[in-house]
């Protein structure tokens, strides 16, 4: 997109962390914002702090997960401000544990915010936009979705989803010619409430299993929030790529370099047919 001055942005997840970052990075911009999002009491500040901006925004309560629910938010959208020209499928929670340890409600919670909420976006919102032949999808998958840590399964499993569908995405739209345009958002660690995603897990999906943290993982898991807070790139930061990836085109943005060599091993892991050799948690890997 070439002017986003008085376009319209909605954003999945967007009343916390990089979601409400986009937000201010577009009004900045002279956007019309909606806020889509589960969590109501940070939804209502999150739409106070931008209103005190000066910024046009709305706020919805929006289960991403809930297919009824994102239709809402696009016919809220439309009441609201007409036509929507920027999606940012953003919403997202997180999880972690072995495979051997997950329970099905563990899988149904995650994949229905991260990967259904995807589907429930496109199914929303990108008829609309290819009608139109204008605006842009942000697909947030992470570093997640092209590494295969130990302990993050599920939520790899999602983000692998999701960056692939915007990659399918991507080339649907290029090669039909669409003035539509399309990035996978694949972020490292930023400072964000990722790591306290329990908050928003709704209480039929609610963990079965009691919490049985071992002393040294109860350790390793304060020494990384440590790290987070003191060392993960700012959400504001991810914004500001973000915004220059849809007036520019870029599809694949990634926030940093921390993960490229376990990425680029993997590649090559593939390439040439080898056994898979990353052994350590995301956690440990990133205290090093
Ligand atoms: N923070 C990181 O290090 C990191 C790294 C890679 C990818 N991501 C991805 O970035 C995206 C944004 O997360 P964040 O890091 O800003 O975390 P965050 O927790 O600050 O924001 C996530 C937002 O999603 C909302 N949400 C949760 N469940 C929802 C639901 N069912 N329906 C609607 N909204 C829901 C939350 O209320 C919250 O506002 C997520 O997709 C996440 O997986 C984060």
Redesign the pocket.
């Known amino acids: 997109m070439e002017d986003l001055q008085g376009k319209v942005a909605v954003i999945?997840?967007?009343?916390?962390?990089?979601?409400?970052?986009f937000a201010h990075r577009f009004a900045a911009a002279g956007m019309k914002v909606v806020l889509?999002?589960?969590?109501v009491p940070?939804?209502d500040d999150a739409v106070t702090g931008l209103r005190d901006t000066g910024a046009e925004v709305l706020g919805v309560r929006?289960?991403?997960?809930?297919a009824a629910?994102v239709h809402g938010l696009a016919a809220a959208t439309e009441e609201a401000f007409g036509a929507a020209h920027v999606i940012c499928l953003?919403?997202?929670?997180?999880g972690s544990g072995g495979l051997h340890e997950q329970t099905l409600t563990d899988w149904e919670w995650i994949l229905?915010?991260?990967l259904m909420?995807v589907v429930h976006g496109l199914d929303s919102f990108l008829s609309g936009l290819i009608e139109r032949d204008e605006g842009h999808v942000v697909v947030?998958?992470?570093?997640?979705g092209h590494t295969a840590y130990p302990g993050l399964g599920i939520?790899s499993a999602t983000?692998h989803a999701?960056a692939v569908i915007a990659e399918t995405l991507y080339n649907e739209l290029a090669s039909s010619g669409s003035k539509v345009g399309a990035t996978a958002?694949?972020?490292?660690?930023?400072?964000?409430?990722?790591?306290?995603?329990a908050?928003?897990r709704?209480e039929h999906l609610t963990a079965t299993l009691p919490d049985l943290e071992a002393d040294e993982d109860r350790a390793t898991r304060e020494a990384f929030l440590e790290m987070?807070a003191s060392q993960?790139l700012k959400?504001a930061a991810v914004a500001d790529l973000v915004y220059d990836a849809i007036l520019d085109g870029t599809f694949w943005v990634f926030t940093d370099g921390r993960h490229v060599e376990n990425i680029t091993n993997r590649h090559a892991e593939i390439a040439e047919r080898r056994n898979p050799t990353e052994g350590r948690a995301i956690t440990e890997d990133a205290l090093d």
């Open positions: 999945t997840g967007g009343a916390s962390g990089m979601g409400l970052a889509g999002d589960i969590e940070a939804l929006c289960d991403v997960s809930d629910s953003n919403a997202g929670v997180a229905g915010v991260n909420g947030t998958a992470s570093v997640a939520y983000k999701a958002l694949c972020p490292g660690f930023v400072d964000t409430g990722i790591f306290n995603s908050r928003n709704p987070i993960a959400p």
